[in-house]
């Protein structure tokens, strides 16, 4: 059974960070582009980050770049999402997501990821 889990959210205030983690299980993990998304109260999810298999290849919401980080590490089947700079409006759930299998793959699309973890809730105070 396909499997992803969530951890390190949390209440942190403006300009501090946090690192989100994703362990995953039930498929092959370093076959896969790995995604992290996030919804905030009342809006759409949103795509955040998203690396390929190998890690050489991510992609960014412009509303992030800069200050978060998509890694991951295929040996403990997780993938990690630094977050520095952390703004108010950083505030959701973030989840993540088991997305496409091409090998240099990122993608920004919701519907290219298929399974996803429970979420983690970060909040940002002013």
């Known amino acids: 059974q396909v499997k992803l889990v969530e951890s390190g959210g949390g209440l942190v205030q403006a300009g501090g960070s946090l690192t989100l983690s994703c362990a995953a299980s039930g498929r092959t993990f370093s076959l896969y582009t790995m995604g992290w998304f996030r919804q905030a109260p009342g809006k759409e999810r949103e795509f955040v980050a998203s690396?390929?298999?190998?890690?050489?290849?991510?992609i960014y919401a412009d509303s992030v770049k800069g200050r978060f980080t998509i890694s991951r590490d295929n040996a403990k089947n997780t993938v990690y999402l630094q977050m520095n700079s952390l703004k108010p409006e950083d505030t959701a759930i973030y989840y993540c997501?088991?997305?496409?299998?091409?090998?240099?793959?990122?993608?920004?699309?919701?519907?290219?990821?298929?399974?996803w973890g429970q979420g983690t809730q970060v909040t940002v105070s002013s």
């Open positions: 690396i390929s298999r190998a890690g050489g290849n991510t």
């Open positions: 997501a088991f997305g496409p299998q091409g090998y240099y793959s990122v993608s920004t699309l919701r519907r290219q990821y298929d399974y």
